[in-house]
């Protein structure tokens, strides 16, 4: 368990963790009072219908109406997705201007520019790039920071970097230097960003970072000691390890069939935080933590294999939520739950046709050991629901290639047994951009999931993520709210992904659950 440790002291422990960057250099983002510069390069949004005005006006007077030319020149026409880069606009180096669209500019809005903002810097060898925004929408500074580190998000740990050109000058390296935003908010808003969203973008940095490594960087026992590591200092935070022995104790025959074919044992990790009222029901997040997934003896196919290292998203999302949390301050309890094996076939693998013995005393035959994801949250969830109690349980995880079939990569399916929570999730999904689709949980599922052997079978009919989540839910009190997250599509962008989320890892899931207690619980 962590101790207490005076505030001052877990102040200076968050802000190092703020400055390391262990997979990638990413910009610093600093604030500033709103003015036009004299040079160098900035950054401008562009409506999409209208005369401009704001920043973008600014900026054209600066170039003697150059800017205006060179959009009308390219055809640019401000849509909300798209970027317009213009170097040499004299008098300033480049001029970067980013579509705003027509629609209102809530912070959804506002993110996504800041978003595309720090893609483009996350590319760019500039020491120093000035986002510009002369509007006076509510906490604008905050959004448009917050979009920028996450679309600015890179992975470059084991990217070999050149230290010089063929003529032996030191190499620019891209990525590295300043993000100022400039707004009336001037410098005071740095600290409103530091205190609401700041530590969110950690939180997601954290998740893709776990979620990116290779598989022989990242498996169940250095997942627990990067997390520690994360929560190094921080108040109101207890940690729980349960290994071989003690999960042996707990009667966990689930999570231990899955991860009796690696090598590298099982683990189950439990972060507790607790910043709301003494002795309040937490909420519960419990992710799916395969780090490395190749089927069991039910082995997948090789093409497309290695991606299985994201089907950990779901225990890196959850861990990621506690963190964004925790680093905020968030004035409630809430607990993250992370089932965390490696799926591998060997001599002493589970196998298809075996009945494994859950901790909460129930069976279930095994019809393929690709189906791991279900077995290791049964067992979580159960943990959880025995030690916590808490007031509601969502799980997440990388399930079903089945829901991809339905939603495609555009929504993650949601199935719940109650209607209040899953409106929700809904809500903070559209709000914080990590949208969720409501599958049904037909009262038939459960026929396709029957055995003759034992209390359940692990899979079996159709459609696969719905008995998917029925098996699941077997294993969850009825009187406690419950929803499961299938994620299987919205885990991993193989293209160019979106403004705030860029290709590889997304780390769906962080967002959605700050979103969502922020609104749900600790509004009420």
């Not at 075996?354 to 049964?378: H, K, N, P, W």
């Not at 943990?383 to 995880?397: E, G």
């Not at 997304?506 to 619980?521: E, K, P």
């Amino acid at each position: 368990m962590s101790r207490p440790i005076p505030p001052q002291r877990w102040l200076l422990a968050f802000l190092l963790a703020c400055l390391a960057l262990p997979a990638a250099a990413q910009r610093e983002i600093r604030f500033d009072d709103y003015a036009v510069p004299q040079g160098g390069t900035v950054a401008v949004a562009m409506r999409g219908d209208g005369p401009q005005s704001g920043a973008f006006a600014a900026v054209d007077a600066a170039a003697a109406g150059a800017l205006s030319r060179a959009v009308a020149a390219a055809g640019f026409k401000g849509r909300a997705d798209t970027r317009l880069d213009l170097p040499g606009l004299a008098p300033f180096d480049r001029v970067l201007v980013v579509g705003a669209g027509t629609s209102p500019l809530d912070a959804r809005a506002l993110e996504d520019i800041g978003g595309r903002v720090g893609q483009f810097a996350a590319g760019s060898t500039a020491p120093r790039i000035e986002l510009l925004w002369a509007g006076d929408e509510p906490g604008a500074a905050s959004h448009l920071a917050f979009g920028a580190a996450l679309g600015g998000y890179r992975f470059d740990k084991y990217r070999t970097a050149r230290s010089a050109d063929a003529e032996g000058a030191e190499a620019p390296q891209a990525g590295r230097g300043d993000l100022v935003v400039r707004t009336a908010a001037g410098a005071a808003a740095a600290q409103a960003y530091a205190r609401d969203w700041q530590p969110v973008a950690e939180g997601v940095r954290f998740a893709r970072d776990l979620v990116t490594e290779p598989a022989n960087a990242v498996w169940p026992e250095e997942f627990v000691r990067r997390t520690r590591e994360a929560f190094a200092g921080m108040p109101n935070v207890s940690i729980e390890v349960l290994d071989v022995p003690a999960m042996e104790r707990l009667g966990m025959g689930s999570l231990l069939a899955v991860g009796q074919g690696s090598v590298r044992p099982p683990r189950l990790l439990a972060v507790r935080y607790d910043g709301g009222a003494r002795g309040e029901a937490p909420v519960a997040f419990v992710g799916k933590g395969i780090t490395f997934d190749t089927g069991g003896i039910s082995i997948k196919g090789n093409d497309g294999m290695w991606r299985m290292k994201y089907d950990m998203t779901g225990a890196a999302s959850a861990t990621g939520a506690l963190l964004a949390l925790a680093g905020r301050r968030a004035p409630v309890n809430a607990v993250a739950v992370a089932a965390l094996a490696e799926n591998m076939p060997s001599g002493g693998a589970v196998r298809p046709g075996d009945v494994i013995r859950t901790a909460a005393g129930r069976t279930y035959e095994v019809m393929s050991t690709d189906a791991e994801g279900r077995m290791v949250l049964v067992d979580a969830l159960w943990y959880v629901q025995d030690r916590h109690r808490p007031r509601a349980i969502v799980d997440i995880a990388t399930l079903t290639g089945a829901i991809v079939t339905a939603l495609g990569n555009d929504y993650a399916g949601l199935f719940s047994r109650d209607d209040a929570l899953a409106g929700q999730l809904l809500s903070a999904g559209e709000t914080s951009g990590e949208a969720l689709w409501r599958m049904p949980m037909h009262r038939g599922y459960g026929k396709m999931l029957e055995s003759p052997i034992a209390d359940l079978r692990n899979g079996g009919g159709r459609p696969g993520s719905g008995t998917a989540a029925h098996f699941i839910g077997e294993w969850v009190d009825r009187d406690t709210p419950w929803a499961h997250l299938d994620i299987a599509g919205m885990a991993w962008n193989e293209t160019a992904g979106t403004a705030t989320s860029p290709s590889g890892a997304t780390a769906f899931g962080v967002r959605l659950f700050d979103r969502w207690v922020r609104d749900h619980v600790e509004a009420p």
